[in-house]
DNA sequence: CGTTGCATTGAAATCCCTCAAGCGAGGTGG
DNA sequence: CCACCTCGCTTGAGGGATTTCAATGCAACG
């Protein structure tokens, strides 16, 4: 897939300064970006500048092998925060899965808030807590579920993250939910199409998904 | 497996008090106990009503699916925290791998602590931080590496994290091992043979290891 | 010396991947 | 407006990595 560069320092003249909430309680002056399909927001080993907040849009998260597989280590939607490291540099690379606005805030502008606040410390600690428990579940699903459960799992998340008014929309592509599930993409096809077959789902576009099972609808809930 | 069941009300006559560092230079009053081979430490779903730090022998965290399938979130060895929870309960229960040791300190008095010092509050981040990046490291393996690839990757991690005078100490079964890794007993048994045929590790004992390649010793360093 | 638990090994089966082709929507240029 | 291309998705056939099932080995222990 190709991916376009994005580097923070030319594009700061084409920033709006705003007041980021963070985290909950926690507002902290910033700016909002935005980024188109594909653009890589920040790379793996590059320097961490900043902390993002997604305004609108999707971000992933990525991790590359030397062999060029791919591990999509987190989808992050609309209010999640994500780049917040604790050393210097970035261990992942972070690219818009469509067009997206973030929230940037400056990770001295940030300390300096936590310096002297415990209430705000305890809430940057939750929200990667918050992550942490996050990643923990998808470890299950990686390690012990069969493809079969991973794509349910996926759909159900996806339905309870991002509802749509009738169903799912997925805002990734097959290639990205595969490198998120550990999977190729022709097992996440087949099995869409064998759950549409066996009307446990409905597509409208290959996109839309409307989830008609039972159980798929309990574990988006 | 059989596992012991602990209650930690029961078992409180038996404790010996001391000051745990929970973190860097994060000192709180807590106890000490001692836990014996398989012996359950808390869980899932458990009230979390302390934090825990090994001081000797090593801890798995575990998830169990209702068919039976297990998955290892962690093992965590000597100077590791575990059991720091965002909510009340505890999302996965731990058991001790041998005869371990380890600092109770209840979460109540960790709070006091942390309450008004922006810099315990950071230290106590830092842990769950870097608890995350290992959770991501791993999720790439459990993704996107092969039965080999997983098994190169676990005998490096656990000669870095703990080096016996000639090789790997393994403290854990096999079955301890595939669950972490997302394999069965016998691939990782499988594994092990082909690689020491290969004349990449030897083995004094089943359990202890000593690796010859010159990769697996790099990526342990 | 039998039992028990853990580890290894072999053979067969299975799930998922790889390779390859086809399909359909959207965009571009003639 | 239609031919043509591209890109993402789907489908099929075959193969391979890992699991499953089953048996054996081996060390510790009573």
New binding site residues.
């Given amino acids: 897939?190709?991916v376009q560069v994005f580097n923070p320092a030319q594009v700061i003249a084409g920033r709006r300064t705003c007041m980021a909430e963070l985290a909950l309680g926690v507002f902290v002056p910033g700016f909002s970006m935005t980024f188109s399909r594909n653009e890589e927001i920040f790379g793996e080993e590059e320097a961490a500048e900043f902390v993002y907040k997604v305004l609108s849009g999707v971000v992933r998260t990525t991790r590359l092998l030397d062999d060029g597989r791919r591990q999509i280590v987190a989808f992050h939607m609309p209010g999640d925060v994500f780049g917040l490291e604790v050393g210097p540099t970035h261990r992942f690379s972070a690219e818009a899965v469509g067009c997206c606005e973030l929230a940037l805030v400056r990770r001295t502008v940030l300390d300096k808030t936590t310096q002297n606040d415990p209430a705000a410390w305890r809430a940057v600690w939750t929200l990667t807590a918050l992550d942490l428990e996050r990643m923990q579940d998808h470890m299950v699903l990686l390690g012990r579920k069969?493809?079969?459960?991973?794509v349910e799992a996926f759909l159900a998340d996806m339905s309870a993250r991002a509802p749509a008014s009738d169903g799912v929309e997925?805002p990734?592509?097959?290639?990205?939910i595969?490198d998120y599930l550990?999977?190729?993409?022709?097992?996440?096809?087949?099995?869409?199409?064998q759950m549409?077959r066996e009307h446990r789902i409905a597509?409208a576009?290959?996109?839309h998904v409307v989830l008609c099972d039972r159980r798929l609808l309990q574990a988006a809930a």
Same sequence: chains 1, 2.
């Avoid at 069969?146 to 991973?150: D, S, V, Y």
């Fill in positions: 897939m190709q069969t493809a079969a459960e991973k997925l990734m592509s097959r290639t990205d595969a550990g999977l190729t993409i022709e097992t996440v096809s087949r099995i869409l199409s549409e597509r576009t290959s996109r």
